[in-house]
């Protein structure tokens, strides 16, 4: 089956948006060495374990990035199992609470317009760049307490942690010869926490009213973080929280253009606007997929997977299982409940998504006001960044009037 976005050439391993259903919840690939976990609830299931399926993937790719040496370790909320992670996760949510959040929504507002009025041409947007990248990074800066004027830095660095093809990292079991890349990977880390600790020492001396000086003298426990906690948690905000938005934004406007009815519709109810931010997540996820390694023998979908093993959980495809969704293949903003795993589950549930749901509709809400013609240019395609694991437009022209 042929979608929508076939014309743009996408990644032919991209399956989920061909409508290709997998034969299997959960499958063995013996090629690559990895579990790969399709199925809706079978995702579910998994996501609910952190003891069986562990965020530490260290567990299994310690040997290739110098696992003995604890410099050399993924210390991140993403990577981290409890009770670490449990420590980190209650300080980082008490800065997300749902009020932060709702409070944020003028400033979004002004921003987005400010964004807006800098565009220099009146008939032509490039979505990407001058306003689904600069929004998300200027926005949790602003939280953070950190120039927002380095956002170039930023993307380099989101950018340089995504491999550039989808040969480079996931799709090879263990990470077998993926030692260069990790460990450029690791290096981007620590050079990255290098530029952070300058910001860090300032709020020791100097707290101020902003996020990095709330984490800089929260105390967990009774214990204050270390340098090297705050500039990775900052480290996993500024990253988790402006690439996974960037693309929402472009992905949301890409599935409104495919679908001019619902577009139409949407325009002039903009009631419509949450629905239509929750069925983009659905289906165009910015990322398709995440990690998990077995602790321990376990079952799941009538499969026995072994301890050690490293588990592919493909929220994309999850979120067009037949077995939860109907007609998964149609983009329906009615869908309610539309139960997608595009946030994950669990204990790593993203802490960002009422930020990014937010951001998502005043942004749309926004161009809708600004541009009563917003559409893709035929012989100006957008261009991907292809890989298997997420679906992102590196530029996004669209044709507009004011
Ligand atoms: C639409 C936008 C976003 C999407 C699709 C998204 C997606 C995700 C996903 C899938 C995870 C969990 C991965 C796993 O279970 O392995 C996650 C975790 C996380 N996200 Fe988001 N995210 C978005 C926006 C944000 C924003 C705006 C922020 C922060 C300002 C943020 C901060 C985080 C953090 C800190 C985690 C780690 C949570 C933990 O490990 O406990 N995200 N996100």
New binding site residues.
């Given amino acids: 089956m042929l979608t929508e976005f076939d014309e743009w050439g996408v990644d032919e391993r991209q399956y989920w948006l061909r409508g290709v259903e997998p034969e299997k919840a959960v499958a063995y690939d013996a090629e690559t060495r990895m579990w790969h976990v399709y199925g809706h609830p079978e995702n579910v299931q998994l996501?609910s374990k952190p003891k069986v399926f562990s965020?530490n993937l260290q567990r299994v790719m310690g040997a290739e990035i110098g696992g003995d040496n604890p410099e050399e370790t993924y210390d991140e909320?993403?990577y981290m199992d409890p009770p670490d992670?449990t420590r980190l996760?209650k300080l980082?949510s008490h800065a997300f609470t749902a009020k932060v959040v709702a409070d944020l929504e003028p400033k979004i507002a002004a921003l987005t317009n400010e964004l807006l009025d800098e565009v220099k041409s009146s008939d032509r947007l490039e979505l990407v760049g001058e306003l689904a990248y600069p929004l998300?990074v200027t926005v949790?800066c602003e939280l953070l307490g950190i120039p927002a004027g380095d956002r170039d830095l930023f993307r380099k660095q989101a950018e340089s942690l995504m491999p550039s093809t989808s040969d480079d990292v996931q799709l090879v079991g263990r990470f077998e010869g993926q030692e260069e890349v990790t460990k450029t990977v690791i290096q981007r880390h620590r050079e990255f926490a290098e530029y952070l600790q300058q910001f860090i020492d300032d709020r020791r001396k100097k707290p101020r009213e902003d996020l990095l000086s709330g984490l800089v003298h929260a105390e967990v426990d009774g214990e204050r973080l270390t340098g090297k906690e705050v500039a990775s948690l900052v480290d996993?905000?500024l990253l988790?929280?402006h690439l996974?938005?960037t693309m929402?934004l472009s992905n949301t406007i890409l599935c409104l253009d495919a679908h001019p009815e619902e577009f139409r519709r949407t325009r002039e109810d903009r009631s419509r606007l949450p629905g239509v931010v929750e069925e983009s997540?659905r289906y165009l996820?910015?990322?398709s997929v995440?990690s998990r390694v077995t602790a321990a023998e376990t079952e799941l979908g009538g499969e026995t997977i072994p301890a050690d093993q490293l588990v592919m959980v493909w929220?994309a495809t999850a979120n067009r299982d037949p077995r939860v969704f109907d007609a998964p293949a149609e983009f329906r903003p009615e869908r309610h409940p539309n139960p997608h795993l595009?946030?994950?589950r669990g204990?790593?549930?993203?802490?960002?998504?009422g930020?990014?749901r937010l951001e998502g509709r005043v942004a749309l809400n926004t161009l809708l006001d600004r541009f009563p013609h917003l559409a893709t240019i035929p012989d100006e395609p957008p261009r991907f960044i292809r890989t298997d694991q997420m679906f992102n437009a590196h530029t996004l022209p669209l044709a507009v009037s004011t």
């Avoid at 204990?347 to 998504?353: K, L, Y």
């Fill in positions: 996501l965020s909320l993403l992670h996760r980082v998300p949790i996993t905000l988790a929280g996974n938005t929402m997540l996820p910015p990322f995440t929220m595009t946030f994950s204990i790593h549930f993203c802490v960002g998504a930020l990014g």
